[in-house]
């Protein structure tokens, strides 16, 4: 790679196809210039030292799936190990606007490594997986609607070509990892809206474009059981947009870990800090390499792309990821006076739970114990010394299965009471109107309880806290809540109310 030649160098009208293709974001834009120019650009590219020669191993093998009457062409890698009988994850690939519209013997020539770089012997060793590519190749794009992965021919081929691998390979379907370069990194954020329930990590990889449309997905909660590692070049414009995207997951409450760098700041996370990281099973990691690119934007929009998918640590954690249950445990109360005793629900009893907790935003997560999820509860104290624990603290139950994998979460800040109360409070009758409401709940307090000093709360039902504060003239102002379904709840130092509430335009 140090053999390019400096973009001076570069033909004209080879560089201006660089240029539009390294600074338009906008995903329709995009593939139309590379479809339109794709019959020359691909000849004179393979060509180049830009964009060297791709040899496509005999293992990844060519195959056509019939949808619809259609045949779509893809390439398929089966691990060797899959004969033994056990289940093995399953990578899902989208190439990116190079490929769109390009004939079926061009497939991978250029960007390949999006999907080649999985193949590699050290990381099959490692982590064997199936390895999955198709091509929406011209003139699928033109005349028969397959114009993107957003598209819903794009959608349904998507669906159909995996459910076809989960019934005819030996493929762990709460294994199913999707990743794809630049117009398959857009596609990487958005398939999982319309495919639900199929993936348990996204691996967008130079994305071409970002917010809003990805923010609003954010905001809809897609990505509330799902975990993602997106990777980029600081100097591929598209990246600024990905940056948003995880500053918006931070936004809505989560943790979120840049490895090297976010924009401007300089990060530089150690491997030790990012294995700590990976040990707490944080889901959401964003790494921005900032490596020259020989002022060749082709470079920096394809070479992060090899590098990340070499890395240990990134592979240590791509492959512990496994499908979330969003009801699979849940907590259900803690109670300062017993020890801070958390109390929770688990659908399995017979798998295992770990007791994380954090004393503040700014302080390490620590494993405070670990117990049959079938207990259902677990004593915060001794544990941890009750002077660390405060307002801010934090604790999170991770629950896994025999194989040891982790397939739910739930957190809680203490003192937080999410679905239940202890004893000692008294549930009352408050009236809340009216129901579904659009700006404002009224309450209608019994007379004898206003003397009453009352707090609110508003929970998802996922047990996410939304909105707090204290209640004014009988009423909760909700203007700027999302319409949904929510939980609210009332609390006074003796008594509680609590109520599902909908939430319109």
């Not at 990892?177 to 958005?190: E, K, P, Q």
């Not at 509330?224 to 995880?246: E, P």
């Not at 890395?311 to 849940?330: G, M, N, S, V």
Request: charged residues 20%.
């Amino acid at each position: 790679m140090n053999s390019l030649p400096p973009f001076s160098e570069i033909k004209p009208l080879e560089k201006t196809i660089l240029i539009c293709l390294h600074k338009h974001h906008d995903k329709n834009i995009l593939i139309l210039m590379a479809v339109m120019l794709l019959p020359w650009w691909q000849t004179s590219m393979a060509q180049s030292s830009l964009c060297p020669p791709v040899v496509i191993p005999d293992t990844f093998k060519n195959y056509e799936f019939d949808h619809n009457g259609v045949a779509i062409p893809y390439r398929l890698f089966t691990p060797d190990t899959a004969d033994d009988g056990s289940k093995l994850p399953l990578i899902v690939a989208l190439h990116g606007a190079e490929n769109f519209g390009a004939v079926k013997d061009q497939f991978l020539i250029c960007a390949g490594s999006y999907a080649l770089g999985w193949l590699e012997s050290p990381l099959q060793q490692r982590y064997p997986s199936y390895v999955v590519a198709p091509h929406i190749f011209n003139p699928l794009f033109f005349e028969e609607g397959y114009n993107g992965w957003d598209k819903e021919k794009s959608l349904d081929l998507l669906k159909k070509l995996i459910d076809h691998l989960l019934f005819t390979e030996r493929i762990d379907p709460n294994r199913i990892y999707l990743t794809g370069h630049s117009m398959g990194g857009i596609g990487t954020f958005t398939v999982p809206g319309h495919l639900k329930d199929y993936f348990a990590a996204l691996v967008p990889m130079n994305t071409a474009g970002g917010c809003p449309e990805v923010c609003e997905r954010a905001d809809d909660q897609l990505y509330d059981h799902l975990s993602i590692w997106a990777v980029h070049h600081r100097y591929d414009d598209a990246n600024s947009n990905v940056r948003a995207v995880f500053s918006k997951l931070e936004s809505l409450g989560n943790e979120v870990y840049p490895t090297h760098s976010f924009g401007d700041e300089i990060i530089n996370l150690s491997e030790a800090e990012i294995e700590e990281r990976i040990d707490e099973h944080q889901r959401f990691f964003y790494t921005e390499y900032r490596y020259p690119c020989n002022r060749n934007p082709f470079f920096c929009h394809t070479s992060s792309m090899d590098t990340i998918l070499r890395d240990t640590l990134f592979q240590k954690w791509l492959f512990r990821q496994y499908k979330k249950d969003p009801e699979a445990i849940a907590i259900t109360s803690i109670d300062e006076d017993y020890n801070y005793t958390i109390r929770w629900e688990a659908k399995t009893a017979s798998d295992g739970v770990e007791v994380w907790f954090r004393s503040n935003t700014k302080s390490k997560w620590l494993m405070a114990g670990k117990v049959p999820a079938g207990t259902g509860s677990f004593n915060l104290r001794p544990a941890v010394a009750e002077r660390n624990i405060r307002l801010s603290s934090k604790v999170r139950l991770v629950v896994f299965n025999e194989d040891h994998f982790v397939y739910g979460m739930s957190e809680s800040r203490i003192k937080r009471i999410v679905s239940d109360m202890p004893d000692k409070y008294e549930r009352t009758g408050i009236l809340s109107h009216p129901n579904p409401a659009t700006d404002v709940v009224y309450l209608t307090i019994p007379e004898a309880m206003h003397a009453e000093y009352w707090q609110y709360s508003i929970f998802s039902l996922q047990r996410a806290l939304v909105q707090n504060g204290n209640v004014t003239d009988d009423q909760i102002d909700i203007s700027g809540m999302y319409p949904g379904v929510y939980l609210l709840v009332l609390q006074s130092n003796t008594k509680f109310f609590m109520q599902k509430i909908t939430i319109v335009d």
